[in-house]
């Protein structure tokens, strides 16, 4: 096994001293300009890099942001939501050549204890929240620990400030110091109006003449599942739609329980004309069950994506879904928390506000079933 560069290799190649190579290498007075750029260009050559740990063990930063994903691993293999935001994420951590530490676990319990044994370790110098919850231990817990952190997916609401680092109502009350010096403490947050979201949804199907609509919702305990759900019934009962005609299922968002749930509410006395999927996966997959039992699409049955993806577009008939910058949601959350650690106060930032965009999915319901 090769053997790591360390201090005293640069040192000798480069002909200096030990502490000339740890001034060069931390930006510290000290060593002439030459000497500097010499140091370091041999560092280069030979591959050098800091050890976090070490630069931990002595109060400077890990250089690291850390994301942990409480959801059943196997619905993360398919669903390109996560894919798509990590590449945000990875996008601006790259360029501040930052390292993302990434784990996925079994629930929010071990997430909790993640987030501890990090801190502990100062493995990280933030980490980046995702999947609010309605009953949520962990901002509480992050705060304790002085952990800086952003959340990903909170409610976007009136009032809340537009892009921008340290924006947002009570940025900079109660900001405590976490790692590396920064501010912790109300945790900053990324956005999304998933209520004008559903506007747009149900705006589009009751326009075309939909009147008995099921939105197969995911997970109930996350913040988004319930807001998606609130706004269904409150653009539902605004359009003058009953329970009885417009309601919400919940699955864990794989295709399996997507399927299943298609299969339900379709074997119902008076089915569903028109499905909302909370995701692109669980779309294909009720798409796939009508077919199977012989159910036409858009002819019989409209269907909508949450989020579109390639496997929208592929499949025939194409989905209706809404759009959305899901890579500039994750980049929103990695500068935010970038900002934090550069010392700007806790902030809201809103993403993009996704559009809805009709394929060949959805069409008028026949005429007999919505009289």
Not at 50 to 59: I, T
Request: proline content about 7%; glycine content about 10%.
């Amino acid at each position: 096994m090769a053997r790591r560069p360390t201090i005293k290799d640069i040192a000798r190649q480069a002909g200096v001293s030990e502490s000339a190579v740890s001034f060069a290498l931390n930006d510290r007075p000290g060593v002439s300009q030459d000497t500097r750029a010499r140091i370091r260009r041999v560092a280069e050559e030979l591959g050098w890099q800091p050890n976090s740990a070490a630069r931990a063990l002595s109060g400077e930063r890990s250089g690291a942001v850390g994301l942990v994903l409480a959801r059943p691993a196997h619905t993360l293999g398919v669903e390109s939501f996560f894919l798509q935001l990590v590449s945000g994420i990875q996008e601006v951590l790259s360029a501040a050549r930052t390292a993302l530490l990434f784990q996925v676990v079994e629930d929010i319990d071990a997430e909790c204890a993640v987030y501890r044994r990090w801190w502990a370790e100062r493995r990280v110098d933030g980490v980046l929240v995702v999947d609010p919850r309605t009953s949520d231990p962990r901002p509480a817990l992050l705060e304790q620990l002085a952990l800086p952190a952003v959340t990903i997916g909170e409610s976007a609401t009136v009032g809340d400030e537009g892009p921008g680092p340290g924006a947002g109502a009570g940025a900079g009350a109660g900001v405590g110091v976490g790692v590396g010096g920064a501010p912790s403490g109300p945790l900053s947050s990324v956005r999304a109006d998933d209520a004008g979201a559903m506007a747009q949804v149900l705006d589009h199907l009751h326009e075309l003449g939909h009147r008995r609509i099921t939105h197969i919702a995911g997970l109930p305990g996350l913040a988004h599942t319930v807001r998606r759900m609130e706004s269904l019934r409150t653009e539902a009962a605004r359009r003058g739609l009953g329970p009885d005609q417009v309601r919400s299922v919940v699955t864990d968002y794989s295709d399996a329980e997507g399927a299943a749930a298609t299969r339900r509410v379709l074997a119902e006395p008076l089915p569903p004309t028109a499905l909302v999927y909370d995701n692109d996966v669980m779309a294909v997959a009720g798409s796939a069950v009508a077919a199977e039992l012989g159910i036409p699409v858009p002819g019989r049955l409209s269907i909508v994506a949450w989020d579109d993806s390639a496997l929208c577009r592929v499949t025939h008939p194409r989905l209706t879904a809404l759009v959305r910058d899901t890579a500039g949601f994750g980049r929103l959350a990695a500068e935010e928390l970038l900002a934090v650690l550069a010392g700007s106060p806790p902030g809201v930032r809103i993403s993009e506000q996704p559009r809805l965009e009709p394929r060949e999915s959805t069409a008028p319901p026949p005429a007999h079933t919505e009289s």
